[in-house]
């Protein structure tokens, strides 16, 4: 099989904005071709996230509209992907199986999405529109609400107290506002503290406003090459050395919602293909949509024992200077999570760590890096582990 | 044998107050709702069955910020049914301000209401509905 590599990536800012969907991807799109040093007749295929362009704008079949947008060939298909959080680490994913199965040697991936232009209610309507629509969504169950009963069950299971739950989730949502402040594109980029987030807005007992990853507007891009191709293009190409992505029923079909069991399973299909471990991660982006969601996430990575994951934002292993930093971007938490751009965006951050060019919030010394992204409730993980040098 | 049990006929059940479900030849699990495997082993021999309309909670949350067109705060709940199969649904006779930790446990009878589909919706829908008993 061949080897593939990620070349140019690049991310428009993330939060609230005015541009179109189109708009946001061709900002990123074309920065992650020209940062390849390649034009845009050279890109074989475009991969393209967006999950609810329909209610955003009243658009559906956008891939070619936004193929259109950055002058891509003719020849090149543009195809829509939709796994919900987790769209653009598919579509990435699938860019680099093509790549490493010889169909394509360059393929641009990546999304967009203006969920905070939706406004809350629709946002949160369309959102729930990833669970099952006969046997959950008519009972109200939110996004928030998922993984507000996964916190209560994490509890009860592993007999922490509320309480002491809580306030453990709330140092998640400080250190990832922490690194948000220090990455210029983050839709929030102000420090908040563990008093803050437990005195928000209830949304979900017991998750508070703060606990929350916002509705963002947004777009990320990468591109995906063969590797002797990207060696001759760019000076530091990053290698993908492992993959994996696993898909699970409705929640009632996963029962125990504090193991994450797609996750199980993508991650050690990665960790296997790249023949390495938990303790080999220098640095991790993870899906923290909301604070229990990082705990469950350091937990079926294998950087913590089950059960034994909940504390480790307070006691400050994740943070930069950590032993394993997690989510120096901001997080979906700080930086924020337009949902089909969402796992592009996960990309652009690790490349450039391990690149080191992520400035104040650089990993010293990252070589190696891991992507995690979740979609819907629990249904779909997609993992990528990415490598400075061969 | 392969024995069907439809998304229109479970809601027919439900409307008549009988929870169906599914039992596997192979494996004896319990599939609800309805499928065309078994949820446990991927068994295609499954059998219909009127469930038992009780279980226990094993989680919940209440909702305060809703989707557009529903009324927060309302209670969410998971129920594992005495069939083994876990379920959604909402939990009604509680004040959800009442809610806490010490309803993890409880055992509840299931019965379920019609559900006004909105715009996006494909027609109503029979959800299920948690009572607490003892």
Redesign the interface.
Do not use: H, K
């Given at each position: 099989m061949r080897k593939a590599a990620i070349l140019g990536v690049a991310m428009t800012p993330f939060g609230i904005s005015d541009k179109t969907n189109l708009e946001l991807f061709s900002d990123a799109g074309l920065d992650a071709i020209v940062h390849s040093n390649l034009e845009p007749g050279d890109i074989q295929a475009l991969f393209f996230g967006n999950c609810l362009g329909a209610f955003e704008e009243g658009q559906l079949h956008m891939a070619p509209f936004a193929h259109s947008a950055i002058g891509l060939s003719m020849s090149a298909p543009a195809v829509r992907f939709e796994c919900a959080c987790a769209t653009a680490t598919v579509a990435i994913r699938q860019a680099i199986q093509m790549v490493q199965g010889g169909m394509y040697d360059v393929v641009l991936a990546g999304g967009t999405e203006r969920a905070a232009a939706m406004g809350?209610?629709?946002a949160?309507?369309t959102f729930?529109?990833a669970s099952q629509?006969?046997?959950?969504?008519?009972?109200?169950?939110?996004f928030?609400?998922v993984f507000?009963?996964?916190a209560?069950?994490y509890?009860?299971k592993y007999g922490i107290s509320?309480d002491e739950l809580k306030r453990h989730l709330a140092e998640v949502a400080v250190k990832n506002h922490f690194h948000g402040a220090k990455n210029p594109k983050a839709h929030f980029q102000k420090e908040i503290t563990v008093e803050k987030v437990l005195s928000g807005?209830?949304?979900?007992?017991?998750l508070q406003l703060l606990d929350c990853c916002p509705f963002s507007d947004g777009a990320a891009a990468v591109v995906v090459a063969e590797a002797d191709k990207a060696r001759n293009l760019m000076k530091k190409p990053i290698y993908v050395v492992g993959t994996g992505q696993a898909s699970a029923?409705p929640?009632?079909?996963q029962?125990d919602?504090t193991r994450v069991k797609a996750r199980e399973v993508a991650v050690k299909m990665a960790y296997d293909e790249a023949g390495l471990t938990p303790g080999d991660i220098d640095v991790c982006e993870l899906h923290d949509c909301f604070t229990i969601a990082e705990v469950l996430a350091v937990e079926s990575l294998g950087f913590y024992p089950f059960g034994q994951g909940y504390d480790a934002a307070t006691r400050g292993e994740t943070r930069l200077g950590g032993k394993i930093v997690v989510n120096p971007s901001g997080g979906l938490k700080a930086k924020g999570h337009p949902i089909g751009a969402t796992g592009a965006a996960q990309v652009t951050e690790i490349v450039e760590q391990l690149r080191g060019e992520a400035g104040e919030r650089q990993v010293d010394g990252a070589k190696i890096g891991l992507v995690d992204t979740l979609g819907g409730d629990l249904g779909t993980v997609c993992n990528l582990i990415l490598r400075e040098g061969k | 044998m392969s024995t069907e049990l439809t998304?229109r006929q479970y809601q027919d059940g439900l409307a008549d107050h009988i929870f169906l479900g599914l039992r596997c030849d192979t494996c004896g699990s319990c599939t609800v709702?309805p499928q065309k495997v078994c949820?446990n082993c991927g068994g295609s021999d499954l059998q219909v069955e009127e469930l038992e309309k009780s279980g226990f909670i094993?989680?919940?949350?209440?909702?305060?910020?809703?989707?557009?067109?529903?009324n927060?705060p309302?209670v969410?709940?998971?129920v594992?049914t005495s069939s083994g199969?876990?379920?959604?649904?909402?939990l009604i006779d509680i004040d959800p301000d009442d809610?806490n930790?010490a309803l993890?446990?409880r055992k509840v009878a299931i019965g379920s209401h019609l559900?006004k589909?909105?715009v996006?919706?494909?027609g109503d829908?029979h959800?299920?509905r948690f009572t607490l008993l003892d």
């Open positions: 809350t209610p629709l949160t309507r729930a529109m629509a006969q046997y959950e969504t008519p009972t109200g169950i939110t928030p609400g507000a009963m996964a209560n069950l509890s009860y509320l807005m209830m949304v979900a007992d017991p029923g929640l009632y079909v029962q919602l | 998304f709702p949820r094993r989680t919940f949350t209440v909702i305060r910020v809703a989707a557009e067109g529903m927060p309302f969410v709940a998971m594992e199969a876990w379920v959604m649904g909402n809610a930790m993890i446990g559900v589909g909105d996006y919706a494909c829908i959800s299920l």
